[in-house]
């Protein structure tokens, strides 16, 4: 089946550090990949998507590529900051209901 | 713009007691609707989904019941709550198209539900 496997947590970095949150994931078809953020006591946000290989989804500095080759899609970002602290999620979906999630990695950015 | 309330934020329950959360979407018409279970540390789980008034899909068999009475209020329930029932519950709507879904979710602020 269908699944998303993605780096745990927490990862824990100073301002202005690089990051990187892998994700990896297994699909028939072809799946959109998405990732989601969470700030603590809140519902998830869309923060990018790429909907075919080699698309790249970009949002408030944040990066992924959709690597079919080596089915990953991992999150980065050059230089974080303390409000970037959340749990990131990265998901997937062939088009059906189900959108599936993986574990969430939490990030923490000391200033 | 569209906007999705859900309620009560928290909520702290005796075991075999009911649950009611609700969920409303404003700003769209014919949406679909999830409700998604968060347990502590761990990703994200769907319970149901609906693709219209009175059409619920169960993806978990358990004590918990989905409703949807109109078209932009989704109501889980239960009418004895379990201990591992606790978590944080999340409702979410996407865009209806014709035979497919872009998996674009859009989350309410949750709801956590704690059963002692």
């Known amino acids: 089946g269908n699944s998303v496997t993605q780096m745990e947590g927490p990862v824990t970095l100073s301002e202005e550090a690089f990051l990187t949150i892998n994700c990896t994931y297994t699909a028939t078809g072809y799946p959109s990949l998405f990732w989601y953020v969470q700030y603590p006591g809140e519902g998830l946000q869309l923060l990018l998507k790429a909907t075919k290989a080699d698309d790249k989804g970009s949002n408030k500095g944040f990066e992924a590529t959709y690597r079919k080759e080596t089915t990953s899609f991992h999150l980065e970002k050059g230089s974080v900051q303390v409000s970037d602290s959340a749990v990131y999620f990265c998901?997937?979906?062939?088009?059906?209901?189900?959108?599936?999630f993986g574990a969430g990695t939490r990030l923490f950015v000391k200033a | 713009s569209q906007t999705i309330h859900q309620w009560p934020a928290t909520l702290v329950q005796p075991v075999g007691s009911p649950l009611s959360l609700e969920c409303t979407v404003e700003?769209?018409?014919?949406?679909?609707l999830y409700w998604y279970r968060q347990a502590a540390g761990r990703g994200l789980q769907l319970l149901f989904y609906?693709?219209?008034?009175?059409?619920i899909s169960s993806e978990v068999p358990q004590n918990l019941s989905a409703s949807r009475p109109q078209d932009r209020q989704f109501i889980l329930s239960s009418k004895k709550l379990l201990l591992s029932d606790s978590g944080f519950y999340l409702c979410?709507?996407?865009?209806?198209?014709?035979?497919?879904?872009?998996?674009?979710?859009?989350f309410g602020e949750g709801s956590r539900l704690t059963v002692l």
């Open positions: 609906s693709v219209g008034i009175g059409q």
């Open positions: 700003g769209t018409s014919n949406p679909n």
């Open positions: 998901a997937l979906n062939t088009g059906g209901f189900k959108t599936i």
């Open positions: 979410a709507w996407s865009v209806r198209l014709a035979g497919a879904n872009t998996g674009e979710l859009f």
